[in-house]
Nanobody, 118 residues
Framework: AQLVESGGGWVQPGGSLRLSCAAS????????MSWHRQAPGKERELVAR????????DYAVSVNGRFTISRDNAENTVYLEMNSLKPEDTAVYYC????????????WGQGTQVTVSS
């Protein structure tokens, strides 16, 4: 099983990026999916989360109103649309799959770098 992120890069403040996370090897539609980020010298933090059906989402206060998480269960992919990006959004962004039952295994992607600077 694996998660593969893509879509990171460099963008100027105020710009937009769309991250993708392609899943394989597990029952994607049963898992809660989330995006996390880690900036240099800081702890990893939850950015956004989407439950299995996609009907319920929640966001960190710092990104609420600017970022949108979505998923396509037919394509086994979760997305993070990031708008109005700020320099403080600079971090490595990780995709996470949280299993439906506590004894099932969860998964992390390898991360994708997002840099916001002028």
């Amino acid at each position: 099983a694996q998660l593969v992120e893509s879509g990171g890069g460099w963008v100027q403040p105020g710009g937009s990026l769309r991250l993708s996370c392609a899943a394989s090897g597990f029952t994607f539609s049963s898992y809660t999916m989330s995006w996390h980020r880690q900036a240099p010298g800081k702890e990893r933090e939850l950015v956004a989360r989407i439950f299995s059906t996609g009907a319920i989402t929640d966001y960190a206060v710092s990104v609420n109103g600017r970022f949108t998480i979505s998923r396509d269960n037919a394509e086994n992919t979760v997305y993070l649309e990031m708008n109005s990006l700020k320099p403080e959004d600079t971090a490595v962004y990780y995709c996470n799959a949280n299993p439906p039952k506590p004894w099932d295994r969860g998964y992390w992607g390898q991360g994708t770098q997002v840099t916001v600077s002028s």
